[in-house]
Each structure stands twice: as structure tokens, then as C-alpha cells.
């Protein structure tokens, strides 16, 4: 009764104050919407009218060259790109798996646990060019030189956070009843994780997976203070300058006065964005099965 009472007693707002607010709720929102996909949609506008100009089978095929020589192109930077970002990921997915996988099902509540969390969003809020300049010290200082490799650390480090929350995220949407499943048929808690849990969230960690890879292949501002640039194909990994697309596209379109030059890197730019979109592509048809699946 007190409740009732209560609730006859509470001011009602009038029905077409109600509706007036829902409108520009609605209206607030689509114009959010708007702002967004008119800002991605002016984006590839200008990267796809710059760039198309320029893309043909000898600007992928053929390596960097200095300006003024003929039949220059980006295929170099396309493989040290590739090996960069994909050292990256071998030496960060492996070690962030089985952080994520620690912080899931081992020690979820443990102090290590809370540690590793707290540092890990620290770590993705970070400057990407902090990174940059730690791995500088780290291994570019110390050795003399800069490398394909010291890229590879840095992206490494920017990785990790990623998948590791992505992975302890995905393990803990899978039914605590399939714990219990697999624990009461006989099965060992280190298996039953590995083959019963991991494998029920593969969709998932796939998805974190790709969503790191593309946010890494892009950056610039680790890989100038550790891959730098060079206008020769990716043979001295370790030890020397290692030609990718992010400082490419950076020289080519900052720091040239040619308009080649600025040419040839909206090119590049194209290839990048076309390769980033394909990944988000994949990684949205995959969390769209994973979510028909559940």
C-alpha cells in the first residue's frame, strides 16, 4: 500500500514533454550517426581520388626507388610491412593468450590478476609513440642500428594489452556449465581449457586477434624511431632499415617537395585503408557467426 501511495504521490512529467525529449534523443542520434559515417565516407573520398591514380601492377610489384627514377613502387614496403606486423604478432598473441587465458581461469580474483589488468589498460591507453621511444633505448641504442625487428617489438607491445583483455573477455562469455561438463567426465582442468574453452571461443579470440592486427598496421610512430625507412627490399631484418608502408606514406606525403612523391604515397595510403577494411570485413563476419551461434 505505502507503495502504491508512493507512486500516485510521484510527479508525472506531461506526455508531450516525454515525446518532445524522445525526439531529440532520436535527433541528437542520427546526427552522431551522421557525423561519423559522412566523416569515414569524406575519408575514402579523398584517399580513393588521390590514390586510384596511381595504382597499377608495376607501383605493387616494383620496390621504392629516390625520386626521379623509373618504375618506383611499394612492394618493398609491402613486405616489410608483412613482416613486421605479422613478427608482431608471433611473438604478442602467444604470451597475451595465455596472460588472458591465466586471468580467466586460473587466478581471476588474485592480486597478480589485478595487477595485470591495471597495467594492461594502462598500456592501451599509451601513446604509441612512447613505445616507440622505449624500444629506441631498448634495442636501436643499444645496437646501433635501426631494424625490422626493433618495429617488431614495438608493435608487440601494442598488441598485447589487446589480446589479453580480448581473450580473458571471450573465455568469460562461455557457460561456466561447460567447465563443470568437462571437469565431471575426467577431464584436467589445463585440458579442459585448452580444448573444450579455448575452442568454444575461438570465433571470439579470432576476432581480437585481427581487430590488433589492424590497429598496428598502421602505426607510424614506433616504427620511425625503430624500422625507419630504406629504399631496398627487406633483407638484413635484424640489422638494418626495414622499408614499410606507414613510414612510406609518412615520407612520401610530409616530407617530399614532389608531387610524385605525394602521388605515390595517397597511393600507398589506398592500399593501406583497402587492407584495414578487408580485415574489419572479416573480423565483422566472424562476430556476427559467433553471435548466431550463441
Known amino acids: ?40 565516407a569524406w575519408i575514402l573520398y579523398t584517399v580513393i581520388g588521390h590514390g586510384v591514380k596511381v595504382i597499377d601492377w608495376s607501383f605493387l610489384t616494383n620496390e621504392s626507388k629516390p625520386y626521379g627514377t623509373p618504375e618506383s613502387g611499394i612492394a618493398n614496403a609491402l613486405l616489410g610491412s608483412l613482416y613486421i606486423t605479422l613478427g608482431a604478432a608471433a611473438i604478442a ?32 591507453g599509451m601513446p604509441s609513440i612512447i613505445v616507440g621511444l622505449f624500444v629506441y633505448v631498448l634495442l636501436v641504442v643499444s645496437t646501433g642500428n635501426f631494424s625490422g625487428f626493433a618495429g617488431t617489438v614495438s608493435l608487440a607491445i601494442i598488441m598485447f594489452p589487446v589480446v589479453m583483455r580480448t581473450t580473458e573477455d571471450m573465455l568469460a562469455m562461455v557457460p561456466y556449465t561447460l567447465r563443470e561438463s568437462a571437469l565431471a567426465l575426467g577431464m584436467t582442468r589445463t585440458r579442459t581449457t585448452l580444448c573444450i574453452i579455448t575452442r568454444s571461443a575461438k570465433n571470439g579470440l579470432v576476432t581480437g586477434i585481427l581487430l590488433s592486427l589492424a590497429r598496428v598496421s598502421g602505426e607510424t610512430a614506433p616504427l620511425l624511431f ?3 625507412f630504406a629504399d631496398s627490399w627487406p633483407t638484413a631484418y635484424f640489422s638494418q632499415p626495414t622499408a614499410n608502408m606507414p613510414v612510406l606514406i609518412n615520407e612520401y606525403t610530409m616530407n617530399s617537395p614532389f608531387e610524385a612523391m605525394h602521388s605515390a604515397g595517397w597511393g600507398a595510403a589506398l592500399v593501406m585503408a583497402g587492407f584495414i577494411l578487408i580485415v574489419n570485413i572479416l573480423t565483422r563476419i566472424i562476430f ?3 553471435k548466431q551461434k550463441h
Open 93 to 124: 598473441v602467444p604470451l597475451a593468450m595465455a596472460a588472458g587465458i591465466y586471468l580467466s581461469e586460473y587466478g581471476k580474483n588474485s592480486r597478480i590478476a589485478h595487477i595485470l589488468r591495471f597495467s594492461a589498460n594502462v598500456m592501451m
Open 1 to 40: 500500500m505505502n507503495a502504491l501511495a508512493l507512486k500516485k504521490d510521484m510527479p508525472r512529467r506531461p506526455m508531450a514533454f516525454r515525446k518532445l525529449t524522445d525526439l531529440l534523443i532520436r535527433l541528437f542520434s542520427l546526427f552522431s550517426i551522421a557525423v561519423a559515417v559522412g566523416g569515414m
Open 226 to 228: 625503430t624500422a625507419m
Open 288 to 290: 556476427h557467426d559467433n
